[in-house]
């Protein structure tokens, strides 16, 4: 039975796995005490390399049925705990990755177990409502003690959706409805329209674009792809939109204050452009801080002057806090570290979040039903879920501790930065959301390796950049033990 | 507590609510024995009109949030059980809609209340992973047990995606890869595929295109949205790709056998035409009924006919089973009424299924991984209560019992088309997924409403059709007492 799983000790393992007589071990004598992680592990424990061989087995198995390229390891998700993911073979390891930064506080909340252990929860579970027509009596009242508690500055308007991509298509679908209707200064489509949209053509689908950076990742369906400029691989034999795409800012870190950044002159010249070649931009794109294209960061004078410019040219602007919203920059979303005046038109969502779904400024509610629809909409198991994840965060601090564990993260990694200046540079991050360069990326899977082998799961990102992406319950003490062991790694490999 | 509901009896709402006295009351004599639906209410009971003041209420709370345009009432899923959507007002209503025909053994299944409340099923509502890199222990015997077990015939292998939409948007990439592969004759990319692609130009994103169906629904993502072709409001201010339309066969009912539809030619004729303007197309996309453009059928030997047309070409053939699906035609796929020699090359499908996927052959699998993937890849708590889900359609004989009640219900349809044959034509269907035409879209929304206070939830599709979407616990009981309602509502408003 999963609850057994809080009570249970592993005092010895911390002992065991860090080595402390490695070489290059300082950090030890700085670990913060351990508080109020009554439900989280001791610390890594390692009995196979990864994967292991039951893992083999499983992946095997799994081959028989899908593709398994991309397979890392199988999990024991019922033995996993706060910050620990364990493995099928038994393999305990500090998780610094979080299924792609989906996991906001940790495995197996013991908070989220009693949820789900309540019975009038039930229903919620096994009837899956077509949210748009028929919704459940609590939805206002869960969409308002989740999503809307903590909307950002400006919004109060929300819609759910089942996943990332899907959020994103639609915010790009309601930006292009919102912009066909301010260019006809009405919202009541010709005949025309109605006609020629039905079979793809213009007036009806219109030539509008959305533009975006390189090195910009928003998703992989086809609307998300034709914006998502990070690796090749997931863009290839898939056709495409041509939509203008700016160059994103190449920063030195740490970041200097008031850097201005040419690439904002470069995004009105696109959006001339575009314009120009009958294409007009509606809406303009970007991630706080570019996750899967290799945490690349921007300056918030940036950012403000592209808000600015995208409504000097009447384009929605749009963030997508997939990865980055959901605390773990140490505000609830990455872009209030911005100062904006004028909020964003769109903001995002998914991962963290447990469902998907963007805000959106009154103005970008579709004129009439069923522009924006599915059958699902979102999922109120996930909105339930999300309800005690935000108590959990309130209740425990996890704003503040995360960035305090930002802080001493981000003060390791220039220690080591330092120390390894050859191997290690540009160390860079806004609360725990952190990342670090590597020399190359065979030094980088190396590292990667080497660190799981130690009990340590860490994911790449960019060409050659290592992610930080721990859950919001990661604390100083779990810093000060991720850093003495990728210090062992460091000295291993160098 | 939610498992309170099963044991209710509500035994003197039948007679309450039939109004033996209407005219035309023909069908209580031939009422089926209620048996086995222990779970079920035994009709509807009306207290209010609907939506009643309490959903006016929630719908008022929930504009503040949100679009509610398409906002019919709000539920109490909790005291729903079996065929009976109750809601909020204490209307109970016998669902022939289903959400959006999504709910596939009813509500508040006694078996599915009790796999959700087993404590050894918490870890997989509270840690939702990310499939594609790190599933849980059980994946692969849970995926073969549910989705496995059901494969149309010659297909093996299956990806779980969230969302019916997302679901078809994977399959398209997964024909595109195929055919450019197909196209170079090995699986090497340029460095100009490269390149290009990241910047969503030819040749890394290729000018390909996916054949569809006029009157066709795919889904309201872009790639989709540029394959579904039924209401204007779907597609309407949303840029789209130049993509072959092919008309739909349009049918008498009785659908006679052996017809052979011009279709066919068409469908040549566009993909020859395609391949001349430099787009070809690289898979085929239809739905074995075309259900939201209004229940359109065509023969077997239209689709046999499509298949080979779609091998001949060198272009996938993709049936897109997200509606059809799960048991409602009385088989587990709806094509495989058809009786196809060589098999489709992908099968996707959702809502009844509960998790979104696709079904495809070996040499549709991706070569490489993370060409098809995202962060969640599904959902492992939904493939948990669609395997018993499946559990309860074997045990309980679904399939036979949907193709007994689907006989109920169209011999019904065909003698109240006989009675007013002013009001109803074009009674068609395969098990319980029928359909009927209203004279006009005026009279067959008034009958949708007049149906509904009077205890009937159905649904509309095309210009002027009702359509059937009962759950499979939906009997020949319930055959008999919604014709009995529905010819009330008939004559009623003749």
Request: hydrophobic letters at 35%.
């Amino acid at each position: 039975m999963a609850s057994s799983l809080i009570s249970r000790q592993f005092a010895f393992s911390l002992q065991k796995n860090l080595r402390l007589s490695a070489p290059g071990c300082r950090y030890v004598s700085k670990a913060a005490p351990r508080t109020q992680v009554e439900f989280d592990y001791d610390g890594p424990s390692m009995k196979t390399s990864v994967p292991g061989p039951r893992s083999e087995e499983l992946t095997k198995q799994l081959g028989q049925i899908q593709n398994v390229g991309a397979i890392n390891f199988f999990c024991n998700y019922e033995e996993s705990r706060g910050n620990y993911l364990v493995d099928v073979d038994g393999n305990r390891m500090l998780d610094i990755y979080t299924q792609i930064s989906s996991i906001p506080i940790g495995y197996n909340h013991p908070d989220l177990l009693k949820l789900m252990s309540n019975p009038n929860n039930l229903s919620t579970l096994v009837n899956r409502p077509a949210l748009g027509i028929l919704p459940p009596e609590n939805f206002p009242e869960k969409l308002t003690e989740s999503l809307v508690s903590v909307a950002p500055s400006g919004m109060t308007r929300v819609q759910t959706m089942a996943c990332g991509s899907c959020s994103n298509e639609n915010a790009y679908k309601a930006m292009f409805i919102w912009y066909r209707n301010k260019e006809r200064g009405h919202n009541n489509p010709s005949e025309e329209d109605l006609s020629s949209c039905i079979i793809n053509q213009s007036p009806g689908c219109p030539e509008l674009s959305i533009l975006s950076f390189m090195g910009g990742f928003h998703g992989r369906t086809m609307g998300c792809l034709a914006t998502t400029h990070s690796k090749a691989i997931h863009k290839l034999d898939v056709p495409s939109f041509d939509w203008p795409i700016a160059p994103f800012p190449r920063l030195q870190y740490p970041l200097e204050e008031f850097t201005r950044e040419n690439a904002q002159e470069e995004v009105e010249d696109l959006i001339v452009k575009w314009r120009q070649k009958g294409k007009p931009v509606a809406g303009v794109v970007i991630e706080p801080i570019q996750a899967e294209g290799g945490d690349n960061h921007a300056s918030s004078d940036f950012f403000r002057g592209l808000r600015d410019i995208a409504r000097k040219h009447g384009c929605a602007f749009h963030v997508d806090e997939v990865q980055t919203g959901g605390g773990t920059t140490g505000k609830m979303w990455a872009h209030e570290h911005w100062g904006l005046e004028d909020p964003a038109d769109i903001v995002s969502f998914s991962k963290k979040l447990l469902t998907g779904g963007y805000y959106y400024k009154d103005e970008f509610q579709a004129d009439k039903a069923y522009r924006i629809f599915n059958t699902w909409m979102g999922d109120p198991s996930k909105n339930l879920i999300l309800s005690e994840v935000l108590n959990v965060i309130r209740r425990e601090n996890l704003l503040e501790e995360v960035t305090r564990s930002g802080k001493a993260l981000m003060n390791g990694l220039f220690e080591l930065q330092a120390q390894y200046p050859g191997m290690l540079s540009s160390a860079r991050g806004v609360g725990t959301f952190c990342a670090i360069d590597i020399c190359d990326d065979e030094t980088r899977n190396r590292i990667l390796n080497t660190a799981r082998d130690k009990g340590i799961l860490l994911g790449g990102c960019g060409d050659r950049s290592i992610r930080f992406r721990p859950a919001l319950v990661f604390k100083e003490y779990h810093v000060h033990l991720f850093l003495n062991i990728f210090n062992d790694v460091l000295a291993q490999l160098k």
